[in-house]
């Protein structure tokens, strides 16, 4: 059993930055792949960025990449998303996801909702014009 929680979410302002954390439960952390997934009103939940149980490799949506950073720390069993340069379109309730890595890692590994083993409660992020 993994919990999370997260934490971090706010408003502000466009082209403002934003730093979620995700902390987990459970001993182990570092064998799941973890990842951020994001819901906006009135629309479905939608992957945002992944990495490895290894941390060694990531992933991102397109309209994220180059904006976003995930990382984590399995030594502190956190997951964190860096996010700079924030868009009114990236205003959502963010959600902290774990899968199980069961073997090697892909860029599939964890971009959909049914991949998605322990689910945060959300937190929510606007950015205001």
């Known amino acids: 059993q993994v919990q999370l929680v997260e934490s971090g979410g706010g408003l502000v302002q466009a082209g403002g930055s934003l730093r979620l954390s995700c902390a987990a439960s459970g001993r182990f952390f570092s064998t799941y792949t973890m990842g951020w997934f994001r819901q906006a009103p009135g629309k479905g939940r939608e992957f945002a960025a992944q990495?490895?149980?290894?941390?060694?490799?990531?992933y991102y949506t397109r309209s994220v990449e180059g904006r976003f950073t995930i990382s984590r720390d399995n030594a502190k069993n956190t997951v964190y998303l860096q996010m700079n340069s924030l868009k009114p379109e990236d205003t959502a309730v963010y959600y902290c996801?774990?899968?199980?890595?069961?073997?090697?890692?892909?860029?599939?590994?964890?971009?959909?909702?049914?991949?998605?083993?322990?689910w945060g409660q959300g937190t929510q992020v606007t950015v205001s014009s």
């Open positions: 996801a774990a899968g199980r890595q069961s073997t090697g890692w892909s860029i599939s590994s964890l971009t959909a909702p049914d991949d998605v083993d322990y």
């Open positions: 990495v490895s149980a290894s941390g060694s490799s990531k």
